[in-house]
Every structure is written in C-alpha cells, then in structure tokens.
C-alpha cells in the first residue's frame, strides 16, 4: 500500500543539539513533499514544501530538508534546535494534486 | 488574512445523535479539503471541493457522512447517528489551484459519549 513513513516516534534532544527527522515514501512518479509542525496547542503550520527544484529546501525557523529521489526520502534537519521547537512534525506527500497522505508523526521534545 | 477557521473547537455528543461542523476558508482559496485525525496519527484525507464542486471522497467517508460547499464558500461536514469510533479531530484546509500548499484550520474535535 502507498505509505509515508516516518522513522521516529519521539525525540528528545538538548538545546543546541542538531536535529534530523527522517521521511519515507512509496509513492512513484512525481510527488510534491511538505513538512508540517504543530506546537501545542496551535494548529498545523506549513513548515516547508518540495515541488521541484533544487532538491535542498529552506523554510521557516531554520529548518530544511533534502529530497533524495532516488532514496525516496525528504528528511528534516535543523542545524542547532532551541527549547521553542518543541512540537509534533508532519512529513506529507501529494501524489496528485489535491489529497495530502501524512505520515504519523514525530514528536520532538528539546529540553532547556 | 485571517486563515482558515472551523466551528465549533469541541463538541461532545451522544452517541447515536447527528453533528455538524462549519469551515471557513481563507477567502481567495478555491479548494477546500476535510480531514480527520485520531490520537497518535496523521490527517487522513476525507473529501475535497473545488469551488462548490465535491470532486473526491475517501473510502473513510461512510454513508453517515456528508460534507456540502453550496456556494463555493464556507463548508459544513455532518455525520449522522454518531458512533463512538466517529471520536476524532476534524481538520479543514483551504489551498489556490496552484500551488497546492493546504492551510490548516485549528480543526474541530469531536467527543462521542
């Protein structure tokens, strides 16, 4: 079945420490990629998007992710995370052009 | 802007009873989509409009379900005789035809006693 995986369930880290969130899809063909965030108690925000391009994308705060094609993946990195980053992420995939699939999440908890 | 809104935040019924909920999407969006999420998951897609037009529902959507956009504007989803597995956050997002980046709503989350 087409799927979107994501590795970890939860994650903690300490401030400053570097972070990567790794996606997976079994979608074929030409997909777009998102990773979504949602900080307790707000709703999702649009954290960075993957059309085509350059396949090293930056978003907000710091954020960016790699699409590997050929791996199937578009993993999250921040270089140095801070306490406010505390939050659940999302990796989404569009194999067409209305119907977002999700993967379950990461919850990340960064201690100060 | 003031983004995608829904309403009510929380509802808690019986079961058995019928529920609607109400979105709001920001005003130069097109498309509008449901979604639903339960503990521990992501958003799995429910249906989605294009304009006033229901283009696609998932096999998710029961019968009990159903979800209107009259106007091409706001959109209500309503799910009859609820059941207690029907327990979920209910998202609405709202997108242009291109690009096809969703904007969430705080989502709609529905307690079945």
């Known amino acids: 079945a087409q799927s979107v995986s994501q590795h970890n369930h939860h994650v903690i880290l300490s401030e400053a420490a570097s972070l990567e969130l790794g996606c997976n899809y079994s979608?074929?063909?030409?997909?777009?990629l998102f990773w979504y965030v949602q900080y307790p108690g707000q709703h999702l925000q649009l954290l960075l998007k993957y059309f085509s391009g350059d396949p090293l994308v930056k978003g907000i705060k710091g954020f960016e992710a790699e699409f590997i094609k050929s791996k199937f993946s578009f993993n999250l990195r921040k270089p140095s995370v801070q306490w406010s980053d505390t939050a659940e992420y999302f990796c989404a995939v569009n194999p067409n052009d209305y119907k977002l699939s999700f993967g379950a999440g990461t919850t990340v908890t960064v201690r100060a | 802007d003031t983004g995608v809104s829904q309403d009510p935040r929380h509802k808690i019924t019986k079961r058995g009873q019928n529920v609607t909920f109400r979105c709001d999407p920001i005003?130069?969006?097109?498309?509008l989509y449901w979604y639903r999420q339960t503990l521990g998951q992501g958003p799995e897609f429910l249906t989605y409009f294009q304009n006033e037009a229901q283009l696609e529902k998932s096999r998710l959507l029961s019968d009990r379900f159903s979800a209107e956009r009259p106007k091409g504007s706001f959109s209500t989803l309503e799910i009859q005789r609820t059941e207690q597995g029907d327990s979920a956050m209910y998202l609405c997002?709202?997108?242009?035809?291109?690009?096809?980046?969703?904007?969430f709503g705080p989502g709609t989350r529905l307690t079945v006693t």
């Open positions: 997002a709202s997108s242009t035809d291109s690009p096809y980046e969703q904007y």
């Open positions: 979608y074929g063909g030409t997909v777009n």
């Open positions: 005003s130069e969006h097109n498309r």
